[in-house]
Nanobody, 120 residues
């Protein structure tokens, strides 16, 4: 059974940092690229970034470049999102995403999301 479990969200002030985690299970994590998405209140879900299976050549949305870092620990089947210099517009629910995993496991899959609130 494929599972994605996010954690690490919370309430922070502008300028502060948070690190989100996405613990994956039920599939060969190290073989697949992974993504972070977010959804602000009243807005559509948007892509934050994509990390290839090897952990290099990561791509980011323009809105988070230079502030957010995505990385992964394939030995721990976990992906991370380090968020620095947070702004109020970063508020939203953050989701991790696994792509189509093949004919047997299928997908894509989403985690349940973790709330990030940036407010003074």
């Amino acid at each position: 059974q494929v599972q994605l479990v996010e954690s690490g969200g919370g309430l922070v002030q502008p300028g502060e940092s948070l690190r989100l985690s996405c613990a994956a299970s039920g599939f060969p994590f190290s073989n697949y690229p992974m993504r972070w998405y977010r959804q602000a209140p009243g807005k559509e879900r948007e892509l934050v970034g994509v990390i290839p299976s090897g952990g290099t050549d990561i791509t980011y949305a323009d809105s988070v470049k230079g502030r957010f870092t995505i990385y992964r620990d394939n030995a721990k089947n976990t992906m991370y999102l380090q968020m620095n210099s947070l702004k109020s517009e970063d508020t939203g629910v953050y989701y991790c995403y696994a792509p189509f995993l093949g004919r047997l496991l299928r997908g894509p899959y989403w985690g349940q999301g973790t709330q990030v609130t940036v407010s003074s």
